[in-house]
C-alpha cells in the first residue's frame, strides 16, 4: 500500500515502511538460486584447491617425473573446466548477491569496506587459478612453484570465506536501516 509517498508493507508481526523503495524481507526465489550457486562454487573450487594442496601434489611428488607430468597434464586439463565455469559462476552470482544487498545497507561503510576487499581478494585468487592451470610462459615460474602458490591461494579464498561469513552473521546495523529511512512498527 503507498501512503503519500511513503510505501508501507504488512508482515505478521511487523508493519515497515520505506521512503524511497521496498525492503523486503523474505529472499526471491533468484536471491535464493543466487547463494546456493556462490556456496556451491566455493565448495567445489576451494574444495579442490585444498585437495590439490595438501593431498595431490604432496602425493604425486613421490611419482617419478615422467608420470607425475602426465598426472598434472590430465589433473589441469579436466580442472580447467570446473576452473573457468567456477570463475564465471562467481562473478555473476556474487555481483548479483552485492548489487541485491546494497539497499539494505546503505551507509554501512564496514559491509561495503569488506565485501569491495573480499572481490579484490576474489580477483588475485582467480588470476593465481588461471595462472596455475594456464599454458602461457609468462607464468611458467609461477606454474613451477604450483605447490606454494596453491597455498597461497587456499590462504586467500581462507580470508575470503571468513569475511564472507562475518559480513552473513553481522547483519543489517540499524544505523544503516535509518539511514535508508525505514521505520519498523509493531502492529497488533
Known amino acids: 500500500m503507498v501512503m503519500g509517498r511513503f510505501h508501507v508493507f504488512k508482515t505478521d508481526e ?3 515502511t520505506c521512503n524511497h523503495e521496498r525492503i523486503s524481507m523474505e ?25 590439490m594442496a595438501f593431498v595431490l601434489g604432496p602425493a604425486a611428488d613421490a611419482l617419478g617425473d ?22 564465471a559462476l562467481f562473478i555473476l552470482s556474487g555481483l548479483y548477491n552485492y548489487f541485491a544487498m546494497i539497499p539494505k545497507h546503505k551507509g554501512d ?39 606454494m602458490w596453491l597455498k597461497i591461494l587456499v590462504l586467500l579464498a581462507a580470508v575470503v570465506v571468513a569475511i564472507s561469513g562475518f559480513v552473513k552473521v553481522r547483519g543489517v546495523p540499524e544505523a544503516t536501516a535509518a539511514a535508508g529511512e525505514v521505520t519498523a512498527v509493531e502492529t497488533d
Not at 31 to 42: K, L, P
Not at 66 to 87: A, C, S
Open 109 to 147: 561503510g564496514l559491509y561495503h569496506g569488506l565485501v569491495g576487499g573480499k572481490m579484490l581478494l576474489a580477483l588475485g585468487i582467480f588470476f593465481i587459478a588461471s595462472a596455475l592451470a594456464g599454458r602461457s610462459q609468462a607464468f611458467a615460474g609461477m606454474r613451477a612453484k604450483r605447490g
Open 66 to 87: 615422467e608420470t607425475h607430468d602426465r598426472l598434472r597434464e590430465q589433473v589441469v586439463k579436466r580442472w580447467k573446466k570446473f576452473l573457468h565455469g567456477g570463475i
Open 14 to 16: 511487523l508493519l515497515l
Open 27 to 51: 529472499p526471491s526465489f533468484l536471491d535464493v538460486i543466487s547463494r546456493i550457486v556462490h556456496v556451491f562454487t566455493a565448495i567445489t573450487l576451494v574444495g579442490g584447491s585444498v585437495f
